[in-house]
């Protein structure tokens, strides 16, 4: 089951982004993207709360919850720069710390750690690993998407305040993504080596 809601929320991810990027300037499609968009992110964390509750947690869950991030987040990046609402860079940055970091854990799950488990560093535990970490990384990047397309909804109040609290959310994610990659980096000839 909770497997089963890792990929579905792939798909809903996608239902909301074609919304977006054919149905420029239509509120109703828009207000569907933006709903289906707080649905594909809320499904993130059903998956889990399942997996440990129903006693489905296992390497493949774990693999697939984290490649179901890296494509619903990717995606959003390259939409957004695409329709031109934010620079190229973010899908770039985001991309190239998204290859390093999984090949490096992909590496550090063949010699037996988990994902978040291959730190030894107590810093580069806390940077990577701990819950107030991941949860803010996660809600900078949730705010960004969502603001975002939230002020394209032609209706939308204060449009420009939205507008710009979500493009520094943007630019707050991309900097918190780059610096949880610093420690995967810093430790990967041990993990990998050792």
Same mark, same amino acid.
């Given at each position: ?32 993207a933006l709903f ?13 709360? &399942?997996? @440990? ?5 296992? *390497?493949?869950? #774990?693999?697939?919850? +984290?490649?179901?991030?890296? !494509? ?59 819950? &107030?970490? @991941? ?5 900078? *990047?949730?705010? #960004?998407?969502?603001? +975002?397309?939230?002020?394209? !909804? ?30 995967v980096m810093l ?8």
């Amino acid at each position: 089951m909770a497997n089963f809601i890792s990929i579905f929320r792939i798909f809903v991810m996608f239902l909301a982004v074609y919304l977006i990027y054919t149905a420029v300037g239509d509120t109703t499609a828009y207000i569907w993207a933006l709903f289906l968009t707080i649905l594909a992110f809320s499904l993130d964390g059903v998956d889990g709360y &399942l997996a @440990r509750k129903l006693g489905e947690e296992s *390497k493949f869950g #774990a693999l697939l919850d +984290i490649m179901g991030d890296r !494509i619903v987040e990717n995606t959003y990046w390259v939409l957004f720069a695409v329709m031109g609402w934010i620079s190229i860079l973010f899908p770039l940055i985001a991309l190239t710390r998204g290859f390093i970091t999984d090949t490096i854990r992909s590496a550090a799950m063949e010699k037996g750690f988990t994902p978040f488990g291959m730190q030894v560093n107590p810093i580069c535990k806390f940077i990577t690993g701990s819950k &107030l970490m @991941r949860i803010s990384y996660a809600v900078a *990047k949730v705010m #960004a998407f969502i603001l +975002i397309i939230a002020a394209k !909804i032609p209706a939308c109040p204060y449009q420009d305040i939205v507008w710009t609290t979500g493009y520094w959310a943007a630019v707050f994610a991309i900097v918190f993504c780059v610096v949880r990659a610093i420690p995967v980096m810093l430790e990967a000839k041990r993990v990998i080596e050792g």
